[in-house]
């Protein structure tokens, strides 16, 4: 079992930038893949952002790609979400989920479905006002 707590969440201006963080439990979360995703307040969960066991690939929505940056320190077992030039489409509830690879190709991949994610933090608020 993976316990994942985020925190960092706030509430900022457009333009104004966040990091958000996702500490984990478990003394092999170097074996894991993780993710970003938010939800938003019509329901849908989107995925943000996400990183391989192996730090060498990472994947982000469209929606991301430029302002975000995900990153992740094994040794401090954190995941890190830096989000810059927030806009108020960016409001959500911000989580951070993992998964364990099932295989060797698994290593370096990255995931963007929901349903590949075994673990969930319980979530972090972001409210961006214009």
């Known amino acids: 079992q993976v316990h994942l707590v985020e925190s960092g969440g706030g509430s900022v201006h457009s333009g104004g930038s966040l990091r958000l963080s996702c500490a984990a439990s478990e003394p092999t979360f170097s074996s894991y893949a993780l993710g970003w995703f938010r939800q938003t307040r019509r329901g849908a969960r989107e995925f943000v952002a996400g990183?391989?066991?192996?730090?060498?690939?990472?994947a982000y929505a469209d929606s991301s790609k430029g302002r975000f940056t995900v990153s992740r320190d094994n040794a401090k077992r954190t995941l890190y979400l830096q989000m810059n030039n927030l806009t108020p489409e960016d409001t959500a509830v911000y989580f951070c989920?993992?998964?364990?690879?099932?295989?060797?190709?698994?290593?370096?991949?990255?995931?963007?479905?929901?349903?590949?994610?075994?673990?969930w933090g319980q979530g972090t608020q972001v409210t961006v006002s214009s």
């Open positions: 990183i391989s066991t192996t730090t060498v690939n990472v």
């Open positions: 989920a993992a998964w364990h690879p099932k295989s060797f190709d698994d290593l370096a991949r990255v995931s963007n479905q929901g349903d590949q994610y075994e673990y």
